[in-house]
């Protein structure tokens, strides 16, 4: 149910991917919001063409984590996991010397009734 999409600028420097994802994987698991690990799904892609303000600054990057939850859950509860995600971020991501890295959360609702999934096991 829960999806973590995580997007950051190729000027990130000795980020390990693999690693940033099992850090947001086991602080979302760890809120106490999500009643399996297995049930989250996240990914992570570098882009390449990016743009932040009005000119090329390479001393500029950023880190977006977009949650895509199921509704039903408070602002407040969602508030708390989105805090907690930025804080799990800023643990696991390197220090980029020379750089302002934005990084930010954003807490994205999909409604239940529209949501489908199914396991398929072979």
Not at 30 to 44: F, N, P, Q
Request: proline content about 2%; overall charge negative; hydrophobic content about 40%.
């Amino acid at each position: 149910m829960p999806h973590i999409h995580v997007e950051y600028s190729n000027n990130i420097k000795n980020i390990d991917a693999k690693q940033v994802l099992k850090a947001l994987n086991q602080c979302l698991f760890e809120t106490g919001h999500v009643s399996s690990a297995l049930d989250i799904k996240s990914r992570a892609v570098c882009q390449q063409d990016w743009l932040i303000g009005l000119e090329s600054d390479e001393t500029q990057a950023y880190v977006h984590i977009k949650l895509s939850l199921l509704s039903g859950r408070s602002l407040e509860t969602q508030a708390e996991i989105s805090e907690q995600l930025l804080q799990a971020l800023q643990q696991v991501l390197p220090a980029q010397s020379g750089m302002t890295v934005q990084m930010c959360v954003e807490v994205l609702e999909m409604t239940k009734t529209t949501y489908s999934k199914q396991l398929v096991q072979a």
